[in-house]
């Protein structure tokens, strides 16, 4: 097999692992995402009534949200770190 085809093939892969990590990756933070903003958009239309319990549960899940993502960025740093420290 040429050289070509080779990379052609490494590239093929490289691309499905990070779709298939980005899906697995992702996922869970798009979901919090969606009920947050699905109980966001019921408060605000006043489908619900905005009692303090349901304000604090809609707080809480902010904060949850703004935590997977501050640990995503870290994990993001750190491999960024790992792979600038692989080069010379």
């Known amino acids: 097999m040429d050289s ?8 093929f892969w490289i691309v499905i692992a990070g779709i298939i990590g980005g899906v697995i990756l ?7 995402l969606g009920s947050f903003l699905d109980d966001w958009i019921a408060i605000r ?3 619900q009534k905005g009692s ?3 304000l604090s549960d809609l707080a809480e899940r902010l904060a949850v949200l ?3 993502q501050r640990r995503l960025l870290e994990h993001q ?12």
């Not at 992702?26 to 919090?32: E, G, I, N």
């Open 52 to 54: 303090a319990g349901q």
């Open 4 to 11: 070509v085809g080779i990379i052609a093939i490494m590239i």
């Open 66 to 68: 703004e935590d997977g």
């Open 77 to 88: 740093d750190f491999m960024e770190s790992l792979t600038e420290g692989d080069r010379p």
């Open 45 to 47: 239309r006043g489908e």
């Open 26 to 32: 992702l996922r869970p933070l798009s979901k919090r």
